[in-house]
């Protein structure tokens, strides 16, 4: 990195903890390739000083933040104004601060996914048809969102706590099913998209164990989880010879639209990107 000068664009990643964050990094090779006056810093923010943060970061010449938990809820009262689409998800991950020093919230985890999807498998569409996606957590309500915006004619989501699966729907509306895993079997020959939102498969979790036999002649299968990057689903998905991508570009697609924010450069998401992250 060379010396910041007194004029350096500044932004961060709000969390507690956030040492494991990839987003420094991320943000650092785009800093670097760019070769911009400016700095993006892991910021640990306890609960406790959430609402101070907020109000100390932008008079400290911060443009704007990423935040990730326990912050993605806890932010959006605080914030003055909030994009339709963090309305929808619940959830706040990219903040800007204005010239007043106001935070306005964004949401960019749904369209991070689908630009990963558009990059890695530029023919398949999201309106061609019905999509499930296993999971009802915070990462699903980004996706299903995600999914809605970009046309998908119908959303199912699939999750171990069945009322779980139900309240989400209902917050999101539109054509939006709740279901068990169970339902996976009769639902996946006419799934247009497969997508695991849960945190099963991912390295130290247990499996992620589906039968695919039912799946669909075309279609697409994709994984939130990108550690490990081949996924047992995504593998499972080749054997059974249907399209996959990882999850590996949600996380950097999701960070383009505040990098282009702050630091006033639209950012390549590409192989070189990826391998940076990788690395760290
Ligand atoms: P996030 O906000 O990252 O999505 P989360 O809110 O903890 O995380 O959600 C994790 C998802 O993984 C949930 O859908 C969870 O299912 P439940 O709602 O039934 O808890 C799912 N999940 C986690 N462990 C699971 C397991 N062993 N079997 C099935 N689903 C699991």
């Given at each position: 990195m060379s010396a910041l000068t007194g004029k350096a664009a500044l932004a961060g990643v709000i969390g507690?903890?956030?040492?494991?964050?990839?987003s420094p990094a991320l943000h650092g090779h785009w800093l670097d390739r760019y070769d911009i006056d400016g700095a993006y810093l892991p910021l640990p923010v306890a609960p406790k000083d959430l609402g101070d943060c907020l109000i100390a970061l932008p008079k400290l010449g911060f443009k704007g933040i990423n935040v990730t938990i326990p912050h993605k809820e806890a932010v959006m009262p605080l914030c003055a104004t909030l994009t339709d689409r963090a309305k929808r998800i619940g959830a706040v991950n990219t903040i800007t601060f204005d010239e007043d020093g106001k935070a306005h919230g964004d949401n960019t985890d749904g369209l991070g996914f689908m630009n990963n999807l558009h990059q890695s498998a530029p023919s398949w569409m999201a309106k061609a048809g019905p999509a499930i996606v296993l999971g009802a957590g915070g990462a699903a309500r980004a996706v299903v969102v995600g999914l809605l915006d970009a046309g998908a004619p119908s959303v199912h989501i699939l999750n171990r706590t069945v009322e779980r699966a139900e309240s989400l729907a209902k917050h999101i509306g539109g054509p939006v099913k709740a279901g068990s895993m169970d339902d996976l079997t009769d639902l996946l020959?006419?799934?247009n998209l497969l997508a695991n939102t849960t945190s099963l498969g991912m390295t130290g979790q247990p499996p992620l164990d589906v039968?695919?036999?039912?799946?669909?002649?075309h279609g697409l299968v994709t994984d939130?989880?990108?550690?490990?990057?081949?996924t047992d689903l995504l593998h499972n998905a080749e054997a059974h010879g249907l399209e996959t991508v990882d999850g590996l570009g949600m996380l950097l697609h999701q960070a383009a639209p505040g990098f282009e924010a702050w630091f006033g450069q639209k950012p390549a998401v590409d192989d070189e990107l990826r391998d940076a992250v990788l690395a760290a």
């Open positions: 507690w903890p956030v040492s494991h964050s990839k020959p006419d799934a039968d695919l036999d039912s799946k669909p002649s939130i989880v990108y550690a490990p990057l081949k």
